[in-house]
């Protein structure tokens, strides 16, 4: 099994919601799935502080990117 390197997690981690999860990537990326959403790590920081982690939002996102290329 693989180790889960937390403290390493952490620093790359832009989420700022306070949880259990920060830095243990497999149980957020479990927790957000259920919820049909995408954790934070997925959304530019800007779009983060949101807290809106809908795939629809994240989409968005990336169409916005995309145009101002």
């Known amino acids: 099994m693989v180790e889960c390197r ?3 997690n ?3 981690c832009n989420c700022t919601y306070a949880c259990s999860r920060k ?6 990326l479990s927790y957000h799935q259920k919820r ?3 954790p ?3 959304f530019s ?3 983060e502080r949101t807290y809106d982690r809908s ?3 994240f989409i ?3 169409q916005v990117k995309k145009r101002s290329y």
């Open 55 to 57: 795939v629809e939002n």
């Open 23 to 28: 830095g243990i990537c497999c149980e957020c």
């Open 6 to 8: 937390i403290q390493n």
């Open 45 to 47: 920081d800007m779009v």
């Open 60 to 62: 968005q996102m990336w």
């Open 36 to 38: 049909d959403e995408l």
């Open 10 to 12: 952490k620093h790359a």
């Open 40 to 42: 934070a790590c997925y």
